[in-house]
């Protein structure tokens, strides 16, 4: 249940906060439109990055909320890292200020990627914290949900 209710609400926090105005003259419809179109995003990176990462530390991590936001974080910004880093335009700039120069960021275009990789990496921390909450409700504490039995031996009777 965590990997559908925390992106879409990851979705919904950054379409809160940024929508895209396509137009719509009522907020709510630009958030409701933005949400949808920002979750194309979220549920594929979730589903890339999460799943894996999740399946990875399962057994290895205690699970609480701290662990559970930054992986959070981790899941979110990861992917926009990577971008970044690796594509990079010939030219770019943010008002009068060149960010990029000749395939180089700047100090400023550093300073820009690093702004949106960090709000991104916020919004993951967010949706971790959700993830975690998810996976608590119900009637087993979170950490005899993700525990690994060794072969052979069954879990005990609640």
């Known amino acids: 249940m965590g990997f559908v209710i925390a992106p879409g609400t990851a979705a919904f926090l950054f379409s809160s ?20 179109a920002v979750s194309w995003v979220v549920y594929p990176i979730a589903v890339i990055v999460g799943i894996p990462l999740y399946q990875f530390l399962k057994g ?19 992917p926009w ?12 700039s943010t008002g009068d200020v060149v960010t ?24 993951g921390v967010f949706a971790g914290i959700i993830f975690w909450a998810c996976i608590s409700v119900g009637g087993k504490a979170p950490r005899d949900q993700l525990r690994v039995d060794p072969p052979g031996r069954s879990p005990p009777a609640s």
């Open 100 to 123: 990029i120069h000749n395939h180089l960021r700047t100090f400023a275009g550093w300073l820009e990627f690093l702004q949106f990789v960090g709000g991104i990496a916020i919004l």
């Open 17 to 36: 906060i940024s929508p895209f105005y396509a137009g719509l003259p009522n907020i709510g419809d630009r958030i409701a439109r933005t949400t949808v």
């Open 60 to 78: 290895r991590v205690r699970p609480s909320a701290l662990n559970f936001a930054v992986a959070g974080a981790a899941v979110a910004a990861l």
């Open 81 to 92: 890292l990577v971008l970044g880093l690796i594509a990079t335009p010939d030219e770019a």
